[in-house]
C-alpha cells in the first residue's frame, strides 16, 4: 500500500527541468504557429487558409485524386499519396484516361510565395516534363507485364481463375499448348475477352443459343462453322467477302483442337451499331458473377427504351450520374468537361478516353457518334470487327491490310530510324468516318478527320505550346499557321466521301477542303512519326505503322483485341481526339517551333523501336489466332447446356 501511495503522489521535479520542459512546450508552440503561416499565403484569416489551392487540386467531377481533404490535409495531399508513393507530385491522373495539373504547378511557383521544402518538391514537377513521366510509368507497366506471365499451365490456370473467379473454360489446356508451341508470349492478358464474354453469362445456355441462331439473320453477316474433325466452312450474305475468307483462314487450324463443334456469326459491317445499357449491364453482371441466370421478362424490360431511362440519345446506354448523363440532363454546372478546358493534359489511359460517358466531348468530336439517337439495347452474341466500348458484340482480330511482318511487301514498307529524313508528323487519308449532310446540331467540320485537315491548314490564331527553353518549360503562343509548317504534314487525300450531293454538303466540302495527293506507304515511311486517326471503323493501317519504324501517334475511340497489350508511351504515342495535345506532343520530341535546341528524338526513337518489335513479337498471326482460340472456348461453355462441365476441370491453389 505504502508503494502504491508514493507512486500515485505528485513528484517533486528539480526547477531546472521544469524550465527545461516549459521552453520545449513553448518551442512547439511557435513551430506550430510558423506552420500555419506558411500554409496561409495572403489570406484572409476569417476564410479557408487553403482555399488559393483550390483551383490547382481539386479535382473535376469523377476524376480520381490523391484523397484531397478540407485546409491544411488538401495542401499535404497535394504533393503526395502516401498510400500511392509512386504518384507523381502535383500530376493528378483523372478517372477521365487524363493527367492534368503541370500548368498548375508552374502557375503556383510564380505566384504564390514557397517554402524552401514546397519549392523544391514543385520545382521537381515542374522541371520534368508529363511526357517524361508518362514513359518512365508506362515502361514499367510493360516491364510488369512481361515478367508477371504465366510459364506454367497450372499457373494460367490459377491466374485465370484469380482474374475472374471462375475456372477457364474445357480446351484451356489444348490452348496453352498451342501458345507454347507457337511462342505466344502473353498468355494471361486478355481482359477484353472477359468484358465480351462475361455479360452472356447472365443468360442461361437456352436463350443464349437461340439469341445466337437469330443472328444468322444478320444483313451483311457470314458464319463459320468450324468442327473438331478439322473442317471449317463459311457461308451467308457475305461469305465471299475478303473479310470472311481471311477470318476463316485464320480460324481453320484450329477447329481440330476445339472441344466440340461451334458455329459463329461475324458481321462484315466496319463497326457495331448496337449499345448496351448501363443499367442491362450491371444486372447481367452482378447475376452473372451469383451464378444466376435474368429471366427473358426481365431483359425485355431493360430492352425497352422509350421512356425507360431519363436522358436521351446515345446517352441513354451510359451509366446514371456519369459525365455525359449530368451533361444530357443539365445536371453539370460546368458544362465543359475536361477535354474542353484549356489546361494542358496527355493520355496516360486510353481505355477512358475511349468512353463517351466518361468523356461526352466526343458527342462532338467523332464523326462515329454524329447521329444521336438510342441505339437497340440487347445481349446480341455476334462477332464484330470493331466497336465501341458499350457495344455488346465479340470482339476480332481484323485482318484487312494485315501483312506478314518478313514479307517483301511489308518490308519494302520499312525505313529504319537513320534512313528517315522527314521530321514532321505524317497523315493521310480519305474523308471516311461519317456520314456527311445538312442536319439539326451538326457540323460535318467537327468530324474527326475533317476537324483535323482544317486544323492542320489553319494559318491564322494562336495556340499555346510548351516549349524547352534551355532547362526549363515555358508555356508560349504561337501562331498555328507556324506550327503546322514546323511539326505537320497532315491532310485528306482524293475527293469528298460518304458526303450527300442533293444537300449540297459535296460541294461544300469540295470547296472548303484542299485535297492533297495520295503517298505510298513506302514514302510515308521516311517520316519519323505518323498518325493513325479512325475511320469508318478500326484503322486497318495500324500494323503496317508499327512496323514502319515510325513513331506512331495514335487517337481513337475503338478498343483492339490487342489493346490491354500495347502500352502507351512505351510502344506508341496515345492523343486525344480533339488534338489538343497534338502540338504540345511534338514540341516536346521534335524541339521548339523556332529551331532553337530541344527535343527529345531519343525517346521518339526508343517508341518507334519498341513499337516495331511488339508487332514483330505480338502481333504475329499466331498472336492473332491465340487471342481468337481462347474466345472460342469462351464462346463453347456459353454454348454448352452443362457450363460446369464446358469448364476445365483440373484446380490449383496459386500461381506459385
Same mark, same amino acid.
Not at 86 to 114: C, N, S, Y
Not at 447 to 470: F, I
Not at 586 to 609: C, N, Q, T, W, Y
Given at each position: 500500500?505504502?508503494?502504491?501511495?508514493?507512486?500515485?503522489?505528485?513528484?517533486?521535479?528539480?526547477?531546472?527541468?521544469?524550465?527545461?520542459?516549459?521552453?520545449?512546450?513553448?518551442?512547439?508552440?511557435?513551430?506550430? %504557429?510558423?506552420?500555419?503561416?506558411?500554409?496561409?499565403?495572403?489570406?484572409?484569416?476569417?476564410?479557408?487558409?487553403?482555399?488559393?489551392?483550390?483551383?490547382?487540386?481539386?479535382?473535376?467531377?469523377?476524376?480520381?485524386?490523391?484523397?484531397?481533404? *478540407?485546409?491544411?490535409?488538401?495542401?499535404?495531399?497535394?504533393?503526395?499519396?502516401?498510400?500511392?508513393?509512386?504518384?507523381?507530385?502535383?500530376?493528378?491522373?483523372?478517372?477521365?484516361?487524363?493527367?492534368?495539373?503541370?500548368?498548375?504547378?508552374?502557375?503556383?511557383?510564380?505566384?504564390?510565395?514557397?517554402?524552401?521544402?514546397? *519549392?523544391?518538391?514543385?520545382?521537381?514537377?515542374?522541371?520534368?516534363?508529363?511526357?517524361?513521366?508518362?514513359?518512365?510509368?508506362?515502361?514499367?507497366?510493360?516491364?510488369?507485364?512481361?515478367?508477371?506471365?504465366?510459364?506454367?499451365?497450372?499457373?494460367?490456370?490459377?491466374?485465370?481463375?484469380?482474374?475472374?473467379?471462375?475456372?477457364?473454360?474445357?480446351?484451356?489446356?489444348?490452348?496453352?499448348?498451342?501458345?507454347?508451341?507457337?511462342?505466344?508470349?502473353?498468355?494471361?492478358?486478355?481482359?477484353?475477352?472477359?468484358?465480351?464474354?462475361?455479360?452472356?453469362?447472365?443468360?442461361?445456355?437456352?436463350?443464349?443459343?437461340?439469341?445466337?441462331?437469330?443472328?444468322?439473320?444478320?444483313?451483311?453477316?457470314?458464319?463459320?462453322?468450324?468442327?473438331?474433325?478439322?473442317?471449317?466452312?463459311?457461308?451467308?450474305?457475305?461469305?465471299?467477302?475478303?473479310?470472311?475468307?481471311?477470318?476463316?483462314?485464320?480460324?481453320?487450324?484450329?477447329?481440330?483442337?476445339?472441344?466440340?463443334?461451334?458455329?459463329?456469326?461475324?458481321?462484315?459491317?466496319?463497326?457495331?451499331?448496337?449499345?448496351?445499357?448501363?443499367?442491362?449491364?450491371?444486372?447481367?453482371?452482378?447475376?452473372?458473377?451469383?451464378?444466376?441466370?435474368?429471366?427473358?421478362?426481365?431483359?425485355?424490360?431493360?430492352?425497352?427504351?422509350?421512356?425507360?431511362?431519363?436522358?436521351?440519345?446515345?446517352?441513354?446506354?451510359?451509366?446514371?450520374?456519369?459525365?455525359?448523363?449530368?451533361?444530357?440532363?443539365?445536371?453539370?454546372?460546368?458544362?465543359?468537361?475536361?477535354?474542353?478546358?484549356?489546361?494542358?493534359?496527355?493520355?496516360?489511359?486510353?481505355?477512358?478516353?475511349?468512353?463517351?460517358?466518361?468523356?461526352?466531348?466526343?458527342?462532338?468530336?467523332?464523326?462515329?457518334?454524329?447521329?444521336?439517337?438510342?441505339?437497340?439495347?440487347?445481349?446480341?452474341?455476334?462477332?464484330?470487327?470493331?466497336?465501341?466500348?458499350?457495344?455488346?458484340?465479340?470482339?476480332?482480330?481484323?485482318?484487312?491490310?494485315?501483312?506478314?511482318?518478313?514479307? *517483301?511487301?511489308?518490308?519494302?514498307?520499312?525505313?529504319?530510324?537513320?534512313?528517315?529524313?522527314?521530321?514532321?508528323?505524317?497523315?493521310?487519308?480519305?474523308?471516311?468516318?461519317?456520314?456527311?449532310?445538312?442536319?439539326?446540331?451538326?457540323?460535318?467540320?467537327?468530324?474527326?478527320?475533317?476537324?483535323?485537315?482544317?486544323?492542320?491548314?489553319?494559318?491564322?490564331?494562336?495556340?499555346?505550346?510548351?516549349?524547352?527553353?534551355?532547362?526549363?518549360?515555358?508555356?508560349? %503562343?504561337?501562331?498555328?499557321?507556324?506550327?503546322?509548317?514546323?511539326?505537320?504534314?497532315?491532310?485528306? %487525300?482524293?475527293?469528298?466521301?460518304?458526303?450527300?450531293?442533293?444537300?449540297?454538303?459535296?460541294?461544300?466540302?469540295?470547296?472548303?477542303?484542299?485535297?492533297?495527293?495520295?503517298?505510298?506507304?513506302?514514302?510515308?515511311?521516311?517520316?519519323?512519326?505518323?498518325?493513325?486517326?479512325?475511320?469508318?471503323?478500326?484503322?486497318?493501317?495500324?500494323?503496317?505503322?508499327?512496323?514502319?519504324?515510325?513513331?506512331?501517334?495514335?487517337?481513337?475511340?475503338?478498343?483492339?483485341?490487342?489493346?490491354?497489350?500495347?502500352?502507351?508511351?512505351?510502344?506508341?504515342?496515345?492523343?486525344?481526339?480533339?488534338?489538343?495535345?497534338?502540338?504540345?506532343?511534338?514540341?516536346?520530341?521534335?524541339?521548339?517551333?523556332?529551331?532553337?535546341?530541344?527535343?527529345?528524338?531519343?525517346?521518339?526513337?526508343?517508341?518507334?523501336?519498341?513499337?516495331?518489335?511488339?508487332?514483330?513479337?505480338?502481333?504475329?498471326?499466331?498472336?492473332?489466332?491465340?487471342?481468337?482460340?481462347?474466345?472460342?472456348?469462351?464462346?463453347?461453355?456459353?454454348?454448352?447446356?452443362?457450363?460446369?462441365?464446358?469448364?476445365?476441370?483440373?484446380?490449383?491453389?496459386?500461381?506459385?
Amino acid at each position: 500500500m505504502a508503494r502504491a501511495h508514493r507512486l500515485s503522489s505528485p513528484v517533486s521535479l528539480p526547477r531546472r527541468y521544469r524550465a527545461s520542459r516549459i521552453i520545449f512546450y513553448l518551442a512547439c508552440l511557435i513551430l506550430l %504557429a510558423s506552420a500555419l503561416l506558411f500554409l496561409t499565403p495572403d489570406a484572409d484569416p476569417a476564410e479557408d487558409p487553403h482555399a488559393w489551392l483550390d483551383e490547382y487540386i481539386s479535382p473535376p467531377e469523377g476524376e480520381i485524386s490523391p484523397g484531397v481533404t *478540407k485546409g491544411a490535409q488538401r495542401f499535404l495531399s497535394f504533393w503526395k499519396d502516401e498510400e500511392d508513393p509512386d504518384l507523381p507530385r502535383g500530376l493528378r491522373f483523372g478517372a477521365d484516361g487524363l493527367v492534368r495539373g503541370w500548368d498548375g504547378v508552374h502557375e503556383i511557383m510564380e505566384t504564390h510565395k514557397l517554402g524552401k521544402k514546397d *519549392k523544391r518538391r514543385l520545382k521537381e514537377v515542374r522541371d520534368r516534363h508529363p511526357i517524361e513521366e508518362l514513359i518512365a510509368r508506362g515502361q514499367e507497366r510493360w516491364e510488369g507485364l512481361l515478367a508477371n506471365q504465366s510459364k506454367t499451365l497450372p499457373q494460367a490456370v490459377a491466374e485465370y481463375t484469380r482474374r475472374y473467379d471462375r475456372a477457364p473454360p474445357k480446351g484451356f489446356e489444348e490452348w496453352w499448348q498451342f501458345c507454347k508451341r507457337n511462342q505466344v508470349k502473353i498468355v494471361d492478358d486478355y481482359d477484353q475477352i472477359n468484358r465480351d464474354i462475361e455479360p452472356f453469362l447472365a443468360l442461361s445456355p437456352e436463350l443464349f443459343r437461340k439469341r445466337a441462331k437469330d443472328t444468322e439473320a444478320t444483313a451483311h453477316s457470314y458464319k463459320i462453322s468450324l468442327s473438331p474433325s478439322g473442317e471449317a466452312t463459311i457461308s451467308g450474305e457475305r461469305a465471299s467477302s475478303s473479310r470472311g475468307r481471311h477470318l476463316r483462314d485464320l480460324l481453320a487450324p484450329l477447329a481440330e483442337l476445339l472441344p466440340t463443334e461451334i458455329t459463329i456469326t461475324v458481321s462484315d459491317h466496319d463497326l457495331g451499331s448496337w449499345l448496351l445499357g448501363d443499367d442491362q449491364r450491371q444486372a447481367a453482371l452482378k447475376a452473372a458473377r451469383k451464378g444466376r441466370y435474368l429471366s427473358e421478362a426481365s431483359l425485355k424490360g431493360f430492352e425497352q427504351r422509350n421512356g425507360r431511362v431519363a436522358a436521351p440519345g446515345l446517352v441513354s446506354a451510359c451509366p446514371e450520374g456519369s459525365s455525359a448523363w449530368n451533361r444530357s440532363l443539365g445536371l453539370q454546372d460546368n458544362m465543359a468537361d475536361s477535354n474542353g478546358t484549356k489546361e494542358t493534359t496527355f493520355v496516360y489511359d486510353p481505355r477512358p478516353t475511349f468512353d463517351f460517358c466518361t468523356n461526352p466531348s466526343l458527342l462532338q468530336q467523332h464523326g462515329s457518334l454524329s447521329f444521336d439517337f438510342a441505339r437497340e439495347t440487347m445481349l446480341r452474341p455476334i462477332f464484330q470487327l470493331s466497336k465501341f466500348v458499350r457495344n455488346p458484340e465479340f470482339l476480332t482480330t481484323p485482318l484487312e491490310a494485315y501483312e506478314n511482318a518478313t514479307s *517483301k511487301s511489308a518490308m519494302e514498307k520499312y525505313t529504319p530510324w537513320e534512313g528517315k529524313t522527314e521530321n514532321k508528323l505524317f497523315w493521310r487519308g480519305s474523308s471516311t468516318g461519317d456520314s456527311y449532310s445538312k442536319r439539326k446540331n451538326y457540323d460535318w467540320r467537327n468530324s474527326h478527320r475533317q476537324r483535323l485537315h482544317l486544323m492542320a491548314q489553319a494559318t491564322e490564331g494562336d495556340q499555346k505550346v510548351w516549349v524547352e527553353r534551355g532547362k526549363d518549360w515555358e508555356l508560349e %503562343a504561337w501562331n498555328q499557321g507556324k506550327l503546322n509548317e514546323k511539326y505537320l504534314d497532315v491532310g485528306l %487525300a482524293g475527293k469528298p466521301h460518304q458526303c450527300k450531293q442533293e444537300d449540297g454538303t459535296c460541294d461544300e466540302m469540295a470547296n472548303e477542303i484542299h485535297f492533297k495527293d495520295r503517298v505510298r506507304p513506302e514514302d510515308s515511311a521516311t517520316f519519323k512519326y505518323v498518325l493513325d486517326v479512325d475511320g469508318n471503323g478500326w484503322s486497318s493501317r495500324y500494323h503496317r505503322l508499327m512496323l514502319s519504324g515510325s513513331a506512331v501517334v495514335k487517337t481513337t475511340i475503338y478498343p483492339e483485341w490487342h489493346s490491354d497489350w500495347l502500352t502507351p508511351w512505351v510502344h506508341y504515342i496515345p492523343s486525344q481526339v480533339d488534338y489538343s495535345d497534338i502540338y504540345s506532343i511534338m514540341s516536346f520530341f521534335i524541339g521548339p517551333p523556332d529551331g532553337r535546341a530541344g527535343g527529345h528524338e531519343d525517346l521518339a526513337r526508343g517508341i518507334a523501336e519498341a513499337g516495331r518489335q511488339f508487332a514483330l513479337e505480338h502481333w504475329r498471326w499466331e498472336d492473332m489466332q491465340a487471342y481468337m482460340f481462347r474466345l472460342l472456348l469462351e464462346y463453347s461453355r456459353l454454348m454448352a447446356d452443362d457450363r460446369k462441365a464446358a469448364s476445365y476441370q483440373k484446380t490449383y491453389e496459386t500461381k506459385a
